[in-house]
């Protein structure tokens, strides 16, 4: 139905609700806070658009200093380049010909790479690439420790760059190096620990390039919860960081150095929900559950008011606990609730509210929702 939740120029409180937020303020923030950090580190910025799918936002990231956007399935490039973002890489796997044609064409309008870790994605690609009369630019990912895609770093890493090198349509740009499974450890000193492990396997891959004659111009990776140890590394020269726009209940569990919520950057996501319902004077029930935000990460958190909880989710209803001196909620009041996980949270909504002080200033449609090919 693609309602759309707002107008322009109106109050939060005309939203209609549940409504995906966007705190305007914080969220240039956060994207100035990460542009500003890669361009102290002499490193090269490409946020990753799975978060947000949106081009208003990349668009954003891009004029802030990013040099384009990074995602993980060819719809979402679609949707980017649409939008008006001209280099996108999928940092991913592409397999099957009509994909790969989608991707070829799409590299009429925009500099387009992706990744690869096995020789047939290489030949397939290739194959599509001179089809379109087209070059796509190609980076073999490595398995720096997430145990998911990626060949085994130095001499299978190399060889598979060698095919690239010498497929027709197809340009050996780098390494994809990308740990993901290390944003989210729990404690600074784990993630120091594994990206120390992954900078061992990019070492041993750029030694075995090296040694071949291969020039390995990019090497990609790093996130919202490591990007500092990748970024100080002497390796990684591209950050692909996407949840620091946004932020999530996730992300601020991880820990700071100090033992802390991870502060880095600030809660700019909000899920607006209403009061629907008051059964007692110590519960409230809202009109957001978990058709309006992802809950695999737990419930989310009541912004602004740590006298309540929500301890409860179904598909329309999200369950508020008051403490004991809490300021009593009524019917028609609104709550922002962050969510537990950013990326699907989004995949939920067909609009972005963009507020700041307390008034809408712009709609964004989140129009890669649903790019699930």
Known sequence: MNII????GAAIDDIDTPALLVDLDALDRNVHRMADYARSAGVRLRPHAKTHKCPSIALRQIAAGAVGQCCQKVGEAEALVRGGVRDVLVSNEVVGVQKLRRLAALATEAA?????DAPEQVDAASHAAVEAGVTLGGLVEIDVGMQ?????PGPPARDLARRISEAPGLEFRGLQAYHGGAQHLHGACERERAIEAAADAVRVTLD???????????VSGAGTGTFRLEGRSGLWNELQAGSYVFMDTEYAQIGGRDGG???????SLFVLATVMSVPAADRAIVDAGL???????GAPWVHGRHDVAVV???DEHGRLQLGERARRLRLGDKVMLIPGHCDPTVNLHDWYVAVRRGR???LWPITARGASS
């Open 5 to 8: 939740p707002a107008a322009v």
């Open 112 to 116: 387009i790479a992706l990744c690869f």
């Open 148 to 152: 998911r895609c990626g060949v085994a």
């Open 208 to 218: 075995a390039l090296g040694r071949a004659g291969l020039p390995c111009a990019v």
């Open 261 to 267: 919520l991870y502060t880095e950057f600030e809660h």
């Open 291 to 297: 058709k309006s935000y992802s809950g695999e990460k």
């Open 312 to 314: 409860g989710v179904s």
């Open 360 to 362: 809408v200033e712009a």
